[in-house]
């Protein structure tokens, strides 16, 4: 097989938690009176919760200090979580689910390389919190998608190098992230207009035959 690996992002890839990302960020902007729209929030994609919120009040004109944003930050998601909360294994497609299956059944180790401190949350609201050999996510990392480091930590701990991982993306700042730590990249959505993208993924389950040596 061409990897032994395959790290996937978990939101936008594995489930849409986009929604309530949008949702949370769309009640803070409101408060404050900042526009906020589904194509800014599109530019959040892969970006840590801290820098989102600066991107976001970036488009008012009020400065705000720095416990100011933590409380801005942490409000966003107390509100989030309150919203995954109506996520369940319904939440994760029969695609995904059987495509996952089949790649664990070929010998491949799974991992997850997300930005999201609430990864597990997300995981286990899907039933998928037992399934990956590693989960790397926003609890572990110092700096957030395009940075490396998260994809890098994953491999780690798959005891992989990463070239021999293959990394799913659906944000362009996940796909910089991937090519920079020297991984081939499969991208869905905004990742797959990415320069260095390996593979532009129409169909989740064509993962099966990027795996394959005979793939070129
Ligand atoms: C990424 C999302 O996976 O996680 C971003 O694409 C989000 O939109 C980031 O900002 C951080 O998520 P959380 O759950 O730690 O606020
Ligand atoms: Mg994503």
Redesign the pocket.
């Known amino acids: 097989m061409k990897y032994k690996g395959i790290i996937f992002?978990?939101?936008?890839v594995i489930c849409s938690t986009d929604k309530y990302?949008y949702k949370a960020w769309k009640k803070i902007a409101d408060q404050l009176e900042i526009p906020f729209d589904e194509e800014m929030n599109d530019k959040?994609?892969?970006?840590?919760?801290m820098e989102?919120l600066e991107l976001i009040l970036q488009n008012g004109e009020k400065v705000y200090s720095n416990g100011d944003k933590q409380t801005l930050a942490e409000a966003k998601?107390l509100y989030?979580q309150k919203l995954l909360k109506q996520m369940s294994s319904k939440d994760l497609s029969e695609v995904v689910q059987n495509t996952l299956y089949a790649l664990k059944r070929k010998g491949l180790l799974l991992g997850i390389g997300?930005?999201?401190?609430?990864t597990k949350l997300i995981l286990e609201r899907i039933g998928l919190l037992n399934f990956f050999d590693c989960i790397s996510d926003?609890t572990m990392i110092e700096r957030s998608k395009p940075d490396p480091e998260v994809f890098l930590k994953a491999a780690k701990l798959l005891k992989l190098l990463p070239a021999e991982c293959l990394v799913v993306e659906d944000?362009s700042a996940g796909a910089e992230a991937a090519y920079k730590g020297g991984f081939d990249c499969a991208g869905i959505k905004a990742a797959r207009e990415y320069s260095h993208i390996t593979y532009q993924l129409d169909h989740f389950e064509d993962l099966i035959t990027y795996i394959e040596d005979e793939y070129e």
């Open positions: 992002d978990l939101d936008g990302h959040l994609r892969g970006v840590s919760r989102s998601n989030y997300s930005s999201s401190k609430n926003g944000a």
